[in-house]
């Protein structure tokens, strides 16, 4: 599975969009783009994932770039409720193990 | 459905003690897994189950570690002899397939003292 690299921390203010970057440039063709949140103290939460086209779902947006070398994670409206760590995970279709980095400390602020 | 359940949810025990997890998964799904996560890191992960069968077990795995899934449903993992080391959360989560996204549960942590 592609490495992934994430910026350690981020702050966004209550109510504005939280753009999460993700570089995964030597993600292979069959690499699923998985996004992952884990509030403190509980299990993560699965939020969204993509392939090659952009996703949204209720809880957020994924942008891939063309060249799938990097992603996006958009949370439209950040609440203080985001407050969380966010995972990028490149999985291979048909595989089972994700491989967790450290992810990106977000802090929305009020 | 009530999603991944994890019992219980926090564990204190005397170093060299023996610990039992327990993981209810998400009814029908038939793979499970297990990770274990330490303060500061992402979650690592530790074994795997396809219904009944434990198709991989990571190195991080000592012997000291087992799990098991008996009839494909619930799954448990125990520690013998625990060590300082094994503190940590530990992390089930099911699917219900290779390429549907997996759901975890709350965690159980555990404390060696």
Not at chain 2, 29 to 47: D, K
């Amino acid at each position: 599975d592609a490495k992934t690299t994430q910026p350690p921390s981020m702050d966004c203010a209550e109510g504005r969009a939280a753009n999460l970057p993700c570089n995964h440039s030597t993600i292979s063709g069959n690499e699923y783009v998985y996004w992952y949140r884990q509030i403190h103290s509980q299990g993560p939460q699965y939020i969204i994932h993509g392939l090659k086209n952009n996703e949204t779902n209720e809880m957020a947006s994924l942008i891939i770039t063309e060249d799938r070398k990097s992603s996006t994670l958009i949370l439209p409206h950040a609440t203080l409720r985001d407050t969380a760590v966010y995972y990028c995970i490149a999985k291979a279709r048909g595989t089972y193990k994700y491989i967790f980095g450290t992810g990106t400390r977000l802090k929305v602020l009020a | 459905d009530t999603g991944v359940s994890q019992d219980p949810r926090h564990k204190i025990t005397k170093r060299g003690q023996n610990v039992t997890f327990r993981c209810d998964p998400i009814s029908e799904h038939n793979r499970l897994y297990w990770y274990r996560q330490t303060l500061g890191q992402g979650p690592e992960f530790l074994t795997y189950f396809q219904n009944e069968a434990q198709l991989e077990k990571s190195r991080l795995l000592s012997d000291r570690f087992s799990a098991e899934r008996p009839k494909g449903s619930f799954s448990t993992l125990e520690i013998q002899r625990t060590e300082q080391g094994d503190s940590a959360m530990y992390l089930c989560a099911s699917s219900l397939g290779a390429n549907t996204e997996a759901f975890f549960g709350q965690g159980t942590r555990l404390t060696v003292v």
